[in-house]
């Protein structure tokens, strides 16, 4: 029997880009049989941004490139997230974290312990944190309105260690715009965290003190520009204040931390870690600062499904191969099963060595920003820089982030982008695994762990004068609607 070969690559480019890519359309158009390319071939993200299906030379755009070596034994932090309500279970799960590979924590704090860790005071924050080497394994805090109390606790354990490498990561700016309510003005939340975070800055000068992020945005529908849009203008109110405080514009911009919220969809997350250190370089530079991003990324939860939740082990690894391949400095990686309930030791394993996998078997940061020049990336991180450089430029238009949230307009746009992604999920242009897409008639819920919270006396957060609020951004889950029905 004869094999005959087609070379594909013959003639390629020989008679110029134009004129291959004049040809192709050429080809497109009859096999289309009067379609629009546009309606037939391209796809929009519920960004607005146009993805073609096919990218050239001509596509190509200056996109600046971060090339900072890595550590190849290290290239990230792993880090882990701790919610459970006992401070005493808490302190063995970090420390069996720690123990299987991950290098630092993310503690979430909650008195009433419905959502984090019932810690009310230092001593609490002692117990969660039980043979933890602060100085050798970063602790970062998610503690809310009571984030300034917490840094001082946190601040205190560490005894004064120069080098710990603590992440206080304080944000009203969040907690205000998820609550939709703060205790006292938001100006003054704002200020008072910048005057606690410039006073632990003298003593822990490896410590970052805020986190900058749109993760509210994100989570209750909103698009990867709308929520870039909010992380930069977050960061500039913060750094604001930092240098109000008396940290030098320097100093300021090198205590903020960027974070950022990846779904499953790994090539827009790529472009997203990328797009937010764009936006990161434009900001400083305009500001005269030479500060290089620091960018922390979670899973979102929104992806999350209680159906077959073993197929978020699928989306789970997507986020944390975008945030591995854009460049992203830490990455936290929720639980499998966090839609249905508190996480077995099991399932933190598997949150663990999810990560492992990537760093250590796949090596995936042993290039430095493997997606530079890849026309279609490239384009894509430049489109989504430009949106939500736009989007920050609103903001600031309005009178920066406080304004913006309280004159209701980010809730708006952000309502409108929710509602036209539910829409996609229930006409099926868009599909959840597992739930609209293959669902499994044999589904077994996973095991979950289920305590009972107890509440302990938190330290009062108000402040003198009267609340601020604004329209709260609800947390939404794409999967619930289908799931309930």
């Not at 293959?438 to 009062?460: I, Q, S």
Request: aromatic share 6%.
């Amino acid at each position: 029997m004869t094999v005959s070969t087609m070379p594909l690559a013959e003639e390629f480019g020989a008679q110029g880009d134009d004129a291959t890519r004049a040809r192709w359309m050429a080809l497109v158009e009859k096999t289309l049989k009067g379609q629009s390319f546009d309606d037939a071939l391209t796809v929009k993200t519920p960004d607005g941004l146009t993805i073609q299906p096919l990218y050239t030379a001509q596509d190509g755009v200056a996109v600046a490139r971060d090339l900072r070596l890595r550590d190849p034994e290290r290239p990230w932090d792993l880090r882990t997230r701790a919610a459970h309500p006992d401070p005493t279970r808490v302190a063995k799960d970090i420390l069996t974290d720690l123990e299987g590979g991950a290098a630092s924590v993310l503690l979430q704090i909650d008195p009433t312990g419905m959502d984090g860790v019932t810690i009310g005071s230092a001593d609490d924050l002692a117990k969660a944190l039980s043979g933890v080497l602060l100085d050798l394994a970063p602790v970062a805090l998610d503690a809310g309105f009571l984030g300034p109390k917490a840094a001082d606790w946190l601040g205190a354990l560490a005894k004064a260690a120069p080098n710990a490498p603590l992440a206080f990561h304080i944000d009203p700016l969040t907690a205000f715009a998820q609550a939709g309510v703060s205790p006292g003005p938001m100006e003054a939340h704002v200020f008072n965290a910048a005057t606690v975070g410039a006073r632990l800055a003298g003593t822990y000068a490896k410590a970052s003190l805020f986190l900058a992020t749109g993760r509210a945005v994100h989570e209750a529908g909103g698009s990867n520009t709308e929520e870039l849009a909010v992380m930069a203008a977050s960061a500039v109110t913060y750094a604001k204040a930092l240098v109000r405080s008396g940290l030098s514009m320097e100093d300021a911009f090198g205590r903020i931390v960027l974070g950022v919220s990846l779904d499953g969809e790994y090539f827009t997350g790529v472009a997203k870690v990328r797009a937010a250190k764009a936006m990161w370089a434009r900001i400083t530079d305009a500001c005269g600062v030479t500060a290089p991003p620091k960018i922390e990324v979670r899973s979102s939860r929104r992806m999350l499904a209680k159906a077959d939740a073993w197929t978020n082990l699928l989306r789970l690894t997507s986020a944390g191969f975008a945030g591995a391949v854009g460049g992203a400095d830490v990455i936290v990686l929720d639980a499998f099963t966090d839609a249905i309930g508190l996480p077995t030791a099991f399932a933190r394993r598997q949150a663990r060595n999810t990560q492992l996998v990537l760093m250590e078997e796949s090596n995936l940061a042993r290039v430095a920003d493997p997606a530079g020049g890849a026309w279609y990336l490239d384009s894509l991180t430049d489109q989504m820089a430009r949106a939500a450089w736009g989007g920050f430029q609103f903001i600031e238009g309005l009178g920066g982030m406080i304004k913006a949230l309280e004159s209701g307009q980010i809730a708006d746009i952000v309502a409108t982008t929710r509602a036209a992604q539910e829409a996609a999920f229930a006409d099926k242009s868009r599909k959840i695994l597992g739930v609209t897409a293959f669902p499994n008639a044999d589904d077994k819920t996973p095991e979950v762990e289920t305590p009972e919270p107890v509440a302990v006396a938190a330290p009062d957060i108000r402040l003198p004068g009267p609340d601020s609020r604004c329209p709260a951004l609800t947390p939404v889950r794409f999967a619930a609607a289908f799931e309930e029905a």
